[in-house]
């Protein structure tokens, strides 16, 4: 049990903010712990905020399985671009979503799921980020990043519909 909710599952993500990790748990070990970026403005489950939204979660959506590393996205859609340094030179301003996505769904009513809360539908994903810029540090938009090989990783490990726990 993890924050009053029972584990049925023995595959399951924790996202721990405070550590900037997320760690990966198959049949209720633990396989692998990951750097993570979080959200540069702290937690909250508010759309517009910007931050990370705290609770249970489940990975809705796997998206980018037959596209190379470093491919681009915008609006969960390859734009055919492969992100190097000198592309992230000529559009600074771009909040860069690479390689994959894995698009997290909020579980809990009222706190990360329905209304202006809903994680779904303020697209927060866990998702690749220009490696060159990724310190492990919170400076996301809401989402979670992660280096493209951990990604690809991560991906390639888990399955539609497992959990995910984020919490400070």
Known sequence: ?????VIKEKDYLDINIARQ???LYINDKKLKI???????NGVGELLGSECTPRGWHAIRAKIGDSQP?????IGRRPTGEIYNPELGKKNPERDWILSR???LGGLEPGKNRYGKVDSTWRYIY???????IFNGKPKSHGCIRMKNADILDLFNQITVGIKAYIHE
């Open 126 to 132: 866990i998702h690749g980020s220009p490696d060159e």
């Open 1 to 5: 049990m993890i924050n009053n909710m």
């Open 101 to 103: 996505i894995l698009w």
């Open 34 to 40: 990951y750097a993570i970026s979080t959200a540069k």
């Open 21 to 23: 990790q997320l760690t």
């Open 69 to 73: 590393l470093q491919s681009v996205f």
